[in-house]
Nanobody
């Protein structure tokens, strides 16, 4: 599976932004999908994950109630809707997947495929 992230950009604190991740494989629906984020000089942190059917979701505590992860298997695309954004949400957002990862997998080492990243900047 090859992943490509789209979206991101600059937004003021309190605003909303979406990122999406397109997968180039016919077996997209066989994989859980996740979003991680990384600030330069820091570890890549788990943000959210969704199971293959899109029914089960898992969020980092820092984004619960503000971010929503969804997927459209027909379009082979995963989405992350971000609202009530804070300056500390600024990061490069990466989509990820892999055969070992379920929607409960928060460890980046369980993901074998990564998108190229989409930068999100939240100004105060």
């Amino acid at each position: 599976v090859q992943l490509q992230a789209f979206g991101g950009g600059l937004v003021q604190a309190g605003g909303s932004l979406n990122v999406s991740c397109s997968a180039s494989s016919l077996i997209f629906s066989s994989y859980s999908m996740a979003w991680f984020r990384q600030v330069p000089g820091r570890e890549r942190d788990f943000v959210a994950a969704i199971n293959r059917s899109g029914v089960r979701k898992n969020y980092a505590d820092s984004v619960k109630g503000r971010f929503i992860i969804t997927r459209d298997n027909a379009k082979q695309t995963a989405y992350l809707q971000m609202s009530s954004l804070k300056p500390e949400d600024s990061a490069v957002y990466y989509c990820a997947t892999g055969p070992r990862a379920t929607h409960l997998a928060t460890n980046k080492d369980l993901y074998s495929q990564w998108g190229q990243g989409a930068e999100v900047t939240v100004s105060s």
